[in-house]
């Protein structure tokens, strides 16, 4: 598959609310940030066509000194959509060029994950938007309103993301066999990606704190491909970071 239409933005945010300066804590002597451009490339993106978007001088410095391509964004975006929308429009992407979100806290990323998503959307050209999600295997996890739930309709069309255990079986209350987590990548154009940050935050939106609802609200379509493959966690806390940071450090898979 050739991604040469395709760009990979992570979105470098300082003041995370749980861990600030999450982005700059180290893993075999580099920036977290530098791990998740380096599963990016192992999905086959050009590091030329990979973008840090971040708003902090430090974060900025540290990217140009690793000589990783970054971009000064403003510090007044209320989402990482926002952020992604401003590269995009700064550096005049075409409408039809496909941009892929990929979290900057995440240095576990399946790389295979990220090719999945850019070779889905170059297949389905007919979805605004694109994103994975993985089976649900555990009850615990259906119930669960921090594990976001996607319901999928025909063809891969999602037609709702939730916190609430869903879709339910009347019939059999254990049954989860239609039950979907979502992941958080998304794979957009820049034109439909310039159409979403044009709406006003949804009521759904706000009432489930769920940004994709915003999209689903005024009509954009979303694909969904399905990743059968174990997710790790990101780094969200300073616990998170310490476990990630172990299993790197132990695994040489990983420079």
Not at 30 to 36: A, E, Q
Not at 101 to 120: F, H, M, R
Not at 123 to 138: D, M, Y
Not at 203 to 230: D, H, M, W
Request: aromatic letters at 8%.
């Amino acid at each position: 598959m050739n991604f040469s239409n395709i760009k990979a933005v992570i979105p470098a945010r300082y003041g995370s609310s749980r861990l600030p300066g999450k982005p700059l804590l180290l893993i075999r002597k580099k920036p977290i940030f530098w791990h998740v451009v380096q599963r990016c490339i192992e999905a086959g993106i050009r590091i030329n066509d990979i973008v840090i978007a971040t708003d902090d001088q430090r974060i900025y410095d540290e990217s140009e000194k690793l000589s990783l391509p970054v971009l000064m964004t403003s510090p007044e975006h209320q989402s990482g959509t926002d952020r992604i929308n401003e590269v995009a429009n700064i550096l005049g992407w075409p409408a039809e060029t496909i941009v892929i979100n990929v979290q900057g806290d995440e240095p576990l990323l399946p790389s295979e994950l990220i090719k999945t998503v850019a070779t889905y959307t170059v297949n389905h050209p007919n979805f605004s938007i694109t994103t994975a999600v993985t089976p649900i295997g555990k009850r615990e996890d259906f119930i669960n309103p921090n594990v976001v739930k996607a319901i999928i309709g025909s063809e891969g069309r999602a037609l709702y993301f939730t916190r609430s255990a869903a879709p339910f079986n009347r019939d059999d209350h254990n049954d989860i066999s239609l039950a979907y987590r979502h992941v958080g990548i998304y794979a957009y154009t820049v034109e439909s990606l310039n159409t979403f940050c044009s709406y006003p935050e949804a009521p759904l939106e706000r009432y489930e704190k769920l940004e994709q609802l915003r999209a689903l609200s005024n009509g954009l379509t979303i694909g969904a491909c399905v990743f059968y493959q174990q997710l790790p966690h990101g780094v969200d806390t300073l616990k998170d970071y310490e476990i990630i940071k172990e299993i790197m450090e132990k695994n040489n898979a990983f420079n």
